[in-house]
């Protein structure tokens, strides 16, 4: 199982880099309703409540790091550069 290495994710709380752990260690869990559903349920057997800013960055290392395996991550086609590229996800 990778490990979450940037420094952005360093700060993430307990819950949520376990969350993205998840969905890394098993790809039929890869779609933000799942990854939303992870962070509620695991940052309540904290006492804690998952903040938007926690949900956006899950949602930013998911789209990243699973590409379009990671369900709900928005695609789009640039006209310069006939290429796709993940986009980050609005949570």
Do not use: W
């Amino acid at each position: 199982m990778a490990r979450i290495k940037t420094e952005r994710n360093q700060c993430l709380p307990l819950f949520a880099r376990i969350a993205v752990e998840r969905l890394d260690a098993d790809a039929s869990l890869r779609k933000a309703e799942t990854l939303d559903a992870l962070l509620d349920a695991y940052a309540r057997t904290y006492g804690l409540s998952c903040d938007d800013r926690t949900r956006e960055v899950c949602h930013e290392v998911c789209a990243s790091r699973f590409g379009c395996t990671f369900a709900g991550a928005k695609l789009v086609v640039t006209t310069a550069n006939v290429s796709v590229m993940p986009m980050q996800n609005e949570a």
